[in-house]
């Protein structure tokens, strides 16, 4: 049983475009949604997070948008650099599991040029 | 303040063996957690130590075992390996096991053959 569903599996956008990767969930206790970046060769780092007591978080180029109703939030890479080229996770964790994170599949991202 | 380190890097062994990872944690983390990631797949937990006890344990058969030891350094090992435990490895700690944000080693790719 998948309980982070990730879309999608890849995407490829041009240089300057914006990125927008999907996730959603299904455990109700999970109340912190973290994204991870992660390059080839490396373990992920944390990207940005969000709380579902709040609709958006903005840190520079990259917001999450979160949708508690629909039990949904995604990641939109604003101005997309060849830089940002990298494989993102959505994850969930709940107070109850420890904060242990059930990661997504991933999303595999290529900007081009 | 040194990040988290694990070694080895690579490691090749053959169907049947025993390998141990070893991970140290973060400068004052207690929280120490392992994953594994299959290829194209998401970091799928197997299981966490708060100062030296486990903590919670993912879906994973008893032939994958750990330790933490007092200066929170942790090992994983793992019997009778098969084909299918071909992947990357990670660990992660944290400050506590209350703390949200985790972080991550590079990793130890590990092929079986």
């Known amino acids: 049983q998948q309980q982070v569903k990730q879309s999608p599996q890849s995407l490829i956008v041009q240089k300057g475009g914006i990125s927008i990767i999907n996730c959603a969930y299904e455990n109700t206790a999970f109340d912190y949604f973290p994204w991870y970046q992660q390059f080839p060769g490396k373990g992920p780092a944390l990207l940005i997070a969000?709380?579902?007591?709040?609709s958006e978080k903005k840190e520079g180029r990259f917001t999450i948008s979160f949708n508690k109703s629909a039990k949904q939030f995604s990641l939109h890479i604003m101005d997309s650099q060849p830089g940002d080229s990298a494989t993102y996770f959505c994850?969930?964790?709940?107070?109850?599991?420890?904060?242990?994170?059930?990661f997504g599949r991933g999303t595999s991202l290529i900007v081009h040029p | 303040e040194t990040g988290v380190t694990q070694s080895p890097t690579h490691l090749i062994k053959t169907r049947g063996q025993q390998v141990t990872l070893r991970c140290s944690s973060q400068?004052?983390?207690?929280?120490v957690s392992w994953y594994q990631q299959a290829l194209g797949q998401g970091p799928q937990f197997i299981f966490q130590y708060y100062r030296e006890e486990e903590n919670g344990r993912g879906n994973f058969p008893p032939r994958f075992s750990g330790l933490q030891f007092p200066n929170y350094s942790s090992e994983l090992n793992v019997n009778a390996l098969e084909l299918d435990d071909s992947a990357l490895y990670l660990c992660?700690?944290?400050?506590?096991?209350?703390?949200?944000?985790?972080?991550f080693g590079q990793g130890t790719r590990l092929t079986v053959v």
């Open positions: 994850a969930a964790s709940e107070p109850g599991g420890s904060y242990i994170p059930t």
């Open positions: 969000i709380r579902p007591d709040v």
């Open positions: 992660a700690s944290r400050p506590d096991r209350a703390s949200t944000e985790a972080f």
């Open positions: 400068s004052g983390h207690n929280t």
